[in-house]
């Protein structure tokens, strides 16, 4: 039991709407990064939040944003959304220290698995 | 950039039989290197993870990993397979900035 939890679990969505996935990080942790798992395909990185500011991001578009809160739980959203969104998006917890880097153990949650039609 | 190569989209093996799943890196960075698994419908699970010193690292349920500079290796191996070791693996690298994952191995294992 990692302590990351994901909410919802199951989401679909029409073609263009707008979506907002939450993660609630482990006890103790204040990293938080989003990856998109497609399926057959492994995670590929969406972006990190350390101390709610955005901390590295991937090659996604920026219809996809993300917040991070004082609790240190997280958003992802996805904007104006697309059939190839289609995806378990996954939500990773980590504890990093002030100038740490990414190394860090990351704990991951169940993820949301969303469907775009 | 760094990137990580999973040989084998799926291996398949007897219970009892040695479990080898092969992973290849490039990383322009001393590397942090990672498994996880992943079974159906659930998150990933960290394994074992290098990072520094010693280049065999042990992980839970009797899997371990080897770290080969000279190969760019980070291959992962279970001297006897169980049916509950049935799922996707991944294998990852870290450098200063993102994690990237490799495409995943699913292994099988036949009674």
């Known amino acids: 039991e990692t302590g990351v939890t994901q909410s919802p679990t199951h989401l679909i969505k029409t073609r263009g709407q707008q979506v907002t996935l939450r993660c609630s990080s482990q006890s103790g942790h204040n990293t938080v990064s989003w990856y998109q798992q497609a399926l057959g395909q492994g995670p590929q990185f969406i972006f990190q939040y350390y101390r709610e500011e955005e901390n590295g991001r991937g090659n996604f578009p920026p219809r996809f944003s993300g917040l991070q809160f004082p609790n240190y739980s997280s958003e992802l959203n996805v904007n104006a959304l697309e059939l190839d969104d289609s995806a378990l998006y996954l939500c990773?917890?980590?504890?990093?220290?002030?100038?740490?880097?990414?190394?860090?153990?990351?704990?991951f949650g169940p993820g949301t698995r969303l469907l775009v039609l | 950039a760094q990137s990580v190569t999973q040989l084998g989209s799926h291996v398949s093996v007897s219970e009892g039989a040695l479990v080898l799943l092969r992973c290849n890196y490039s990383?322009?960075?001393?590397?942090?290197l990672f498994w996880y698994v992943q079974y159906p419908n659930q998150g990933l699970q960290l394994l074992l993870k290098?990072?520094?010193?010693?280049?065999l690292v042990k992980g839970i349920n009797g899997f371990e990993a080897e770290f080969k500079k000279s190969e760019t290796s980070f291959h992962l191996t279970k001297p006897s397979a169980h049916m509950s070791d049935a799922a996707e693996y991944f294998c990852?690298?870290?450098?200063?900035?993102?994690?990237?994952f490799g495409a995943g191995t699913r292994l099988t294992v036949k009674p």
């Open positions: 990852a690298v870290s450098d200063n900035n993102d994690m990237r």
């Open positions: 990383s322009s960075v001393p590397p942090y």
């Open positions: 990773a917890s980590s504890f990093r220290l002030a100038g740490g880097r990414i190394r860090e153990t990351q704990y």
């Open positions: 290098y990072t520094t010193g010693a280049t």
